[in-house]
């Protein structure tokens, strides 16, 4: 028995300009920035997307053939959801510290990642 | 003075295996698939994202060469909101009945769509 979640909305942007895609999508969007206390590469949008428990928006700097928008599934146990994801037609890409990068049947990257927000479980899917 | 909200995630799935891509999707965040009774090219999943108001993430079917996950902005007043986005820098690529298709700074592809839900304009920024 294990829970996950949509937990993110990933803009990547490229490297090369990202603080200009990063203010972008900042004013697009009407939230402000909130940068990562332990480092550059990633900022995220203040405020969750739709409400409590609900994904927020983070920006990752990336090389330019990465750019894309992707989503995070947030779970409290990365193997089994792997395993779950895997199971409906997903197939690991790429082990990267403690998440993993997926390719859905479509064709989109997306990642399993464990939990990293204090209020996981909230809009978590228990699957048996 | 007008408004606008992220409103959807979308993924474009390639049309020569999108009932794979759209079922993979239904499974994986949880949420039942809900067939747009007007077509076949979109098909959406069951909820909002993270509650009221929250943007809902919709499938759609497209040409395998567009495969993306983009953004959607909703807006009570379109070309009002093209114009704000213009000045952050995104630029128009195409015009396609109702809605505009942009390029962020970042080098992403979104929409900016008319009011399409009801609820509108919850959880949407007010724009001087």
Redesign the interface.
Known sequence: MHR?R?ST?V?D??ES??E??F???S????RDLLPDPNGTRYTSLRG????????I?LMQRVS?AE?????D?ETNDVEAEVTR?EK???RVKARIRNHVVME?????PFCVVPVHRPDFPA?A?E?P
Chains 1, 2 share one sequence.
Request: net charge positive; with cysteine.
């Open positions: 996950s949509l909305v803009i942007c490229p300009d990202s200009r895609g203010e972008f999508w004013q697009a969007l009407g969750r997307v739709g409400g409590d428990g609900g994904p928006v330019a750019r894309a928008v992707h989503l599934i994801l409906l037609g997903a859905a049947p479509s064709g989109h809009r899917t699957w």
